[in-house]
């Protein structure tokens, strides 16, 4: 069975500060997709970024960044230089997929992590 | 572009009572449709999702049900609602070949 772990609960940081979020995921699967999705106190899930597990090259969007590593089973997520319009929920997320590489798009979730920016 | 719309955004409603919320997607064809429920502080539990017209998957068993009649339209059901299913419904919509979902703006239910 799939399984996301996000082990941090909570995280408290002060603006302009780095902030990593950790994500490990278990799965049999040799193909897969991982997520990661921002929810802001409105509630809405806001979709940040898609990996696939043929891709282990890093990615960075603006002050985002995400490392993605198989030998660790770990997708972590990087925000630099915080802002108080980082806070929110994150979520990590990961998605079946079959032989040929297209997601069935049924996501398994871990547990959040609550971000919190102080001015 | 895609968009997709949940109402009521917040609904109270008393224990034993029935409950339909509903889910439109626009801008897409086919989409797959999926209903979700977050429990305060909790993370994200698939109820349903469908690939088509008609075709709906459970995922976990309880006294809500969930039917799609049109394409882009997605509706979760109950007859008698549970003080345990309060929470937040997420309704998301996804094209296979790409595998992300997009995910609405939530209904808010509180059964008391």
């Known amino acids: 069975a799939q399984k996301v772990t996000q082990a941090q609960t909570e995280i408290s940081v002060v603006e302009k500060e780095d902030v990593t979020l950790d994500c490990v995921y278990e799965?049999?699967?040799?193909?897969?997709?991982l997520f990661w999705y921002k929810q802001p106190p409105s509630g809405e899930l806001v979709f940040l970024i898609r990996?696939?597990?043929?891709?282990?090259q890093n990615e960075i969007s603006g002050r985002y960044s995400w490392n993605f590593q198989k030998s660790t089973s770990s997708f972590n997520f990087t925000i630099t230089a915080s802002q108080v319009v980082d806070s929110a929920v994150y979520f990590c997320?990961?998605?079946?997929?079959?032989?040929?590489?297209?997601?069935?798009?049924?996501?398994?979730f871990g547990q959040g992590t609550i971000l919190t920016v102080h001015p | 572009s895609q968009t997709i719309h949940q109402w009521p955004a917040t609904l109270v409603q008393p224990v034993g009572s029935p409950l339909s919320l509903e889910c439109t997607v626009e801008g897409t064809s086919n989409p797959n449709l999926y209903w979700y429920r977050q429990a305060a502080g909790r993370g994200l539990q698939l109820l349903f999702y469908s690939v088509g017209i008609g075709q709906i998957s459970s995922e976990v068993p309880q006294n809500l049900s969930a039917s799609r009649p049109q394409d882009r339209q997605f509706i979760l059901s109950s007859k008698k609602l549970l003080l345990s299913d309060s929470g937040f419904y997420l309704c998301?919509?996804?094209?296979?070949?790409?595998?992300?979902?997009?995910f609405g703006p939530g209904t808010r239910l509180l059964v008391l």
């Open positions: 799965t049999r699967d040799t193909t897969y997709y």
């Open positions: 998301a919509w996804s094209v296979m070949e790409r595998g992300t979902q997009y």
């Open positions: 990996r696939n597990s043929f891709d282990e």
């Open positions: 997320a990961l998605s079946e997929a079959n032989a040929g590489g297209t997601s069935y798009g049924k996501l398994t």
